[in-house]
Antibody
Framework: QVQLVQSGAEVKKPGASVKVSCKAS????????FTWVRQAPGQGLEWMGR????????KYAPKIQGRVTMTTDTSTSTAYMELRSLRSDDTAIYYC?????????????WGQGTLVTVSS | QSVLTQPPSVSGAPGQRLTISCTGS?????????VHWYQQLPGTAPKLLIY???NRPSGVPDRFSGSKSGTSASLAITGLQAEDEADYYC???????????FGGGTKLTVL
């Protein structure tokens, strides 16, 4: 069965960086893209960006462009999201999601989420 | 402020039918882009509920259905059950932002 298992919770100081991992299993890794979505406490879902596991070619949301890097490692079937220059409003649960690529991509399997807390 | 507008909350009694709207604009739903819906139970990750406007993934009850017209889409739930109490999000693509966008979410309460 398809599973996406994310790394554990992180606490970071403002200005630091965080790297969240998402290990996939139960399907052929390179056949699907990955999307990262975050959810601030008590708030809605925010699309952060997408990366093709086959071609790379990441696409990021304008709001975080320049601070985020998404990568994949096909040897370990793992996707990564690194966010730099953290601010307090980056405090959120970060989700990875397997992506069905199309005119409007959608997300059929999700990781369990990783809580990132940014606090001095 | 979300690009796609949803009502913050809806409520209904068990067995009732209700709908959740998702209103966009000419740069997203109105441009013909498909809409997808997700259900997020308390404390859990979102789950795909409807894709490509009207399609249900395997395992999703047929009590859930989706539709799209013009600049809006709707999620309908019939035979409301206590287990349907959750947050619901619509998602589409916006050409101005060149990326996916979510609605602000709707909290469904079963009375």
């Amino acid at each position: 069965q398809v599973q996406l298992v994310q790394s554990g919770a992180e606490v970071k100081k403002p200005g630091a960086s965080v790297k969240v991992s998402c290990k996939a299993s139960g399907y052929t890794f390179i056949n699907y893209d990955f999307t990262w979505v975050r959810q601030a406490p008590g708030q809605g879902l925010e699309w952060m960006g997408r990366i093709s596991t086959y071609r790379g070619n990441p696409k990021y949301a304008p709001k975080i462009q320049g601070r985020v890097t998404m990568t994949t490692d096909t040897s370990t079937s793992t996707a990564y999201m690194e966010l730099r220059s953290l601010r307090s409003d980056d405090t959120a649960i970060y989700y990875c999601a397997r992506t069905i690529f199309g005119l409007v991509s959608y997300f059929d399997y999700w990781g369990q989420g990783t809580l990132v807390t940014v606090s001095s | 402020q979300s690009v796609l507008t949803q009502p913050p909350s809806v409520s209904g009694a068990p067995g009732q039918r209700l709908t959740i709207s998702c209103t966009g604009s000419s740069s997203n739903i109105g441009a013909g882009y498909d809409v997808h819906w997700y259900q997020q139970l308390p404390g859990t990750a979102p789950k795909l509920l409807i894709y490509d406007n009207t399609n249900r993934p395997s395992g999703v009850p047929d009590r859930f259905s989706g539709s799209k017209s013009g600049t809006s889409a709707s999620l309908a739930i019939t035979g409301l059950q206590a287990e349907d109490e959750a947050d619901y999000y619509c998602q589409s693509y916006d050409s101005s932002l060149s990326g996916s966008v979510f609605g602000g979410g709707t909290k469904l309460t079963v009375l």
